[in-house]
């Protein structure tokens, strides 16, 4: 059996940036058509970062999918920095007038679906197989086996590469046209949710000699902890004992005041930066972590994504208004000039707040002295601050 399908732009991924792109699109009055590997729980139940800049909570708003994460999210107006013990706040909220919110990316999914089924948008689950031909033309087309077993082929004017660092959209760029950078961290991050409170009202990050530590949270009795691990240690290597001593001692003073607990998750992820260029190659169009991964240290990976999704969204929805391909035609190039400031700032908070095997006492007094020169300047602050929040649309 097999069954022609034709839509408007045509997703691949129903993460966080395929649902948005789908949801904004409809906003502009455009069909779309997802096809998702996994199945609906299995994006459902994701555990990710938590943390929203400014422009995800308006990208949400343009969605028209704010309404619970407005009411259940909370405000954080700084962030603590931690080194050996010392810390301080940066107060970002005062610095820069924004703040930053914890709604967890579980949360966003969970609305970006929700909105997607009440308005009965076409979501393909399960399709494990989807290959992607004729990207050059004006009539691009993904291939794929539906759960019912029919061969289906959806043709599009555009796709939207949404299926994150490990799907095929990046692949359907010719080798030769495209062009990667990459740095791999010698260290991993180690994450637990426990349903305690958090240990502080903001988001602290720590140095220690023995390695990184970050105290986030889900809610005022959920919170969300995470440890540098060592390169190939898997979560069987960190017992819950090993973890909360690593915790509260490289949190130093903070530490005392964790209330620790039977973890209700624990995982862990490798660190690494990555780039990919260009993001368009004919009508396919990459958006999110199918184009480009930042180390979680500033959690920046969803907001990414979502500044992507806003920027490809107006582009398609301007192209189909006034017929004019200029925002098409600057996407990638815009969308890269976005990309790699957020990766020189999660380098630059990865290179300062964590320990590297390879670092000799001289970049060692380096990390201190970056934290020491932040601490007592406004300027160095700001610059923070600035990131933190998100930097302008
Ligand atoms: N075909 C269809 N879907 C695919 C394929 C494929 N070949 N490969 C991957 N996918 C799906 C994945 O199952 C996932 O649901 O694409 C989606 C990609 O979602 P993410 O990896 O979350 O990427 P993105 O939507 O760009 O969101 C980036 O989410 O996971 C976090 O760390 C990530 O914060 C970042 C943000
Ligand atoms: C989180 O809340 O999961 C989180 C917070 C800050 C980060 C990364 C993750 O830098």
Redesign the pocket.
Known sequence: MSRELKTTVAI???????LLLSQLLHQSGIASVI????SKQR?LE?I??GILERGTVEGMEEAGCAERLHAECIPHDGVILSFDGESFEIPVKAITGHNVIVYG?TEITKDLVEACEARGQQIFWD??D?AISDVDSDAPKVHFTAPSGEAVTLTAEIIGG???????SRQAIPAERRRAFERTYPFGWLGILVDQPPVAHNVIYANHEDGFALASMRSETRSRYYVQSAPGETVDDWSTERFWQAFTHRLGTLGQQVKTGEPIEKSIAPLRSYVSEPMRFGRLFL????AHIVPPTGAK??NL?FADVRRLSRAIAHWKSSGSDAALEGYSLDALARVWKIERFSWYLTTMMHQFPEHSGFEKRMQRAEFDYIRSSEAGQSTIAENYVGLPF
Do not use: K, M, N
Request: aromatic letters at 4%; proline letters at 6%; charged letters at 20%.
């Open positions: 691949i991924g129903a993460g966080p940036a395929g096809v998702e590997r996994t994006v994701r990710r970062a990316q399709c494990p989807a949404c299926d994150g660092f490990h799907g095929v958006a999110g972590d199918s990976g969803l994504a």
